[in-house]
C-alpha cells in the first residue's frame, strides 16, 4: 500500500517539473546572462548580415574597438544633378515643306531624320559612386525620359502624321467609300522640249508633196511646251497649256519655210454633285490634322505610362530594400534566440527540442532575408530598365541603386471629390481624347462617302487660241516644158516623081 502511494506521488512530482520546465529557462536567463542591447537597424547602404550556421562557431564581432587606427575613408563627392529637361527636347517640323529660295531643289530633297542613338549617356556613368548610383524620384523620372526606348520610338509617330498632312496639302488621296475625283492643290507646272532633224525619201512625190524630181525630202523640228493644272477645294480644275512649234522643211508644199506655231489653250472644269464642296475635298487634311492630334496624344500617353511605370518600379524597390532591413533585423533575433538557447542547453536548463525550434526560425530567417535580397535585385533590374538604353553596359550591371527617397504617408490631404476627380479623368485621359478624335476622324469619313455616292456632274469650258507666222516660200518659176525631135529622112516615091514630069 505504501509502496502505491510512494509512486503516486513520485508521478506528481514528474508531472509538476515537466509543466514548471518552459518556465525555468526564462528565469535562468534572466538571472545568469546579461540583457542583450536593442538591436540597432543596419544603415540603408550596408550590406547584409553575415549570420552564422547553428552549429557552427560564432564569427568574430566587428563592433568592438578595432585593433589598429585606421583613417577615415573620405567622403565621395555628390553625384551631379541631372538637370530640368521637358519631355520634347527639339521638335523639327515637318509638317511645312522647304521653300524653293534660294534652293530651287529644297522642296523636292527628302528630309533628314537624325538616327536614334541607342548607347547610354555619359552623365550616367559618371554618377556612379563606389558602385552604387543614389538616385531620386525626379532624377528617375528625368533618365526614363531622356533614354526610355518606349518614348523614343513613339517619338516618330507625330513626326510620320505631319508628312502625312504636308501629303493631304498638296492632293494626297484618302479613303472614301465610292470614287471623288482627284484634286491637286499644289500648282503642276511642266515643260517638254524637243529636237528633232529627220530625212524622209519619197517613193510618189504627188502624194507627199515634196515636188517633182526630189527623191526625199528632209525637216528640221524644234518644241517647246508648257502647261499648268492645279485643283481647288472647291472642286474646281484648272489647266493651261502654251505649246511652241518651229519648223523648216526642203518640201516645195509648205506656204511658210521655216515657221513657227504657237497654241495656247485654257480649261476648266467644275464638279456639281459628285466632288463638289469645301469641305468634301479638303477631307484628307482634316483627317490628318486629327491623326496628327491622336499621335500627339499617344506619345502623351506613352510618356505617362512610363512616368507611372517608372514611379511604380521606384516605391517598389524602396520597399524591397527595406523588407531586407527587416529581414535582417529578424534574421538577428532569431540568431540570438538560437545562442541564448544553446547555452540553456548546454547549462541543462532547457530542453533540447527547444534548440530545434530556434534553429528552424534562424533558418526561416535566412530563407526570408534571401527571397528579399532577390526581389530587390529584381526590381533594381526593372528600374535600369525604364531609365537606360542599354543595360547591358558594363558599368551598369554591377551597380547597385540607391534610392534617396523615403516613402512618407502624407495624412494632411484632404481626400479629392469623385465627381470632379471623374470629371478631371474624362477631360484630360489620353485615351479618352483619342476616342473623341477618332469618332471626330469617322464623322468626316461618313460625309465624304456620302457625297462620293452621288452622281457625277460637271461643267467645263475651254479655249483655244493657234497663231502661225513664217517666211513665205517664193513661187516657182514654170519653164516651157521641151518637145522631144527624132531625127527622119524622106524618099519621094518613084510614082509620084513619074506624075510630077
Not at 511645312?96 to 534652293?103: E, L, S, T
Not at 509617330?157 to 491637286?184: K, Y
Not at 485615351?431 to 455616292?453: F, S, W
Not at 529622112?489 to 518613084?494: V, Y
Request: charged share 15%.
Amino acid at each position: 500500500m505504501n509502496l502505491r502511494y510512494l509512486r503516486t506521488i513520485l508521478t506528481m512530482a514528474l508531472i509538476a517539473a515537466t509543466a514548471i520546465a518552459p518556465v525555468a529557462p526564462a528565469f535562468g536567463q534572466a538571472q545568469d546572462t546579461p540583457a542583450p542591447a536593442q538591436t540597432q537597424a543596419p544603415p540603408p547602404n550596408s550590406p547584409p548580415t553575415q549570420v552564422k550556421a547553428p552549429g557552427q562557431p560564432a564569427a568574430p564581432s566587428t563592433s568592438g574597438a578595432p585593433a589598429a587606427e585606421t583613417p577615415a575613408p573620405q567622403p565621395a563627392p555628390p553625384p551631379a544633378p541631372i538637370p530640368d529637361r521637358t519631355y520634347i527636347e527639339s521638335r523639327p517640323d515637318y509638317e511645312h515643306g522647304r521653300r524653293a529660295f534660294p534652293n530651287l531643289l529644297g522642296p523636292y530633297a527628302p528630309p533628314s531624320v537624325e538616327q536614334p542613338k541607342l548607347t547610354n549617356a555619359q552623365q550616367l556613368v559618371q554618377m556612379i559612386q563606389d558602385g552604387k548610383i543614389s538616385l531620386s524620384l525626379q532624377d528617375c523620372i528625368a533618365l526614363a525620359l531622356e533614354n526610355n526606348l518606349d518614348i523614343e520610338i513613339q517619338r516618330y509617330n507625330p513626326w510620320i502624321a505631319e508628312t502625312n498632312v504636308l501629303r493631304a496639302e498638296g492632293g494626297g488621296q484618302g479613303f472614301a467609300l465610292g470614287n471623288l475625283p482627284s484634286l491637286s492643290f499644289d500648282p503642276v507646272v511642266g515643260a517638254t522640249a524637243t529636237i528633232s532633224d529627220i530625212n524622209t525619201p519619197v517613193s510618189n512625190p504627188f502624194l507627199t508633196g515634196a515636188g517633182i524630181g526630189l527623191t526625199s525630202f528632209s525637216s528640221h523640228n524644234t518644241t517647246m511646251d508648257f502647261n499648268y493644272s492645279q485643283g481647288f477645294a472647291t472642286g474646281t480644275s484648272f489647266y493651261v497649256a502654251l505649246n511652241n512649234t518651229r519648223e523648216s522643211s526642203t518640201s516645195g508644199e509648205n506656204t511658210f519655210n521655216p515657221f513657227v506655231q504657237s497654241t495656247l489653250v485654257v480649261a476648266f472644269t467644275q464638279q456639281l454633285l459628285n466632288g463638289f464642296g469645301i469641305g468634301v475635298n479638303r477631307r484628307n487634311i482634316t483627317i490628318t490634322k486629327i491623326d496628327k492630334e491622336i499621335a500627339d496624344s499617344a506619345f502623351q500617353q506613352q510618356i505617362i505610362t512610363s512616368i507611372t511605370a517608372v514611379e511604380n518600379a521606384y516605391w517598389e524597390l524602396v520597399y524591397a530594400r527595406d523588407n531586407i532591413k527587416v529581414g535582417q533585423e529578424s534574421l538577428t533575433l532569431a540568431q540570438q534566440t538560437y545562442d541564448d538557447n544553446k547555452k540553456q542547453v548546454d547549462i541543462g536548463t532547457l530542453a533540447p527540442l527547444e534548440l530545434v525550434q530556434a534553429e528552424a526560425q534562424v533558418a526561416q530567417a535566412q530563407q526570408t532575408l534571401i527571397t528579399d535580397q532577390t526581389v530587390q535585385l529584381q526590381d533594381q533590374t526593372t528600374l535600369l530598365n525604364l531609365i537606360v538604353k542599354d543595360v547591358t553596359d558594363p558599368a551598369l550591371i554591377t551597380a547597385e541603386i540607391v534610392p534617396t527617397d523615403a516613402l512618407q504617408p502624407s495624412t494632411d490631404q484632404p481626400m479629392p471629390d469623385l465627381a470632379e476627380s471623374l470629371k478631371e479623368a474624362l477631360a484630360n485621359r489620353p485615351d479618352v481624347q483619342q476616342a473623341g478624335l477618332t469618332i471626330k476622324m469617322d464623322d468626316v469619313n461618313v460625309k465624304a462617302t456620302n457625297n462620293a455616292l452621288l452622281p457625277t456632274l460637271s461643267v467645263g469650258g475651254e479655249y483655244e487660241s493657234v497663231g502661225l507666222a513664217g517666211i513665205p516660200r517664193p513661187p516657182r518659176t514654170r519653164r516651157p516644158r521641151s518637145v522631144p525631135t527624132w531625127p527622119c529622112r524622106s524618099t519621094t516615091p518613084t510614082v509620084l516623081r513619074t506624075l510630077i514630069r
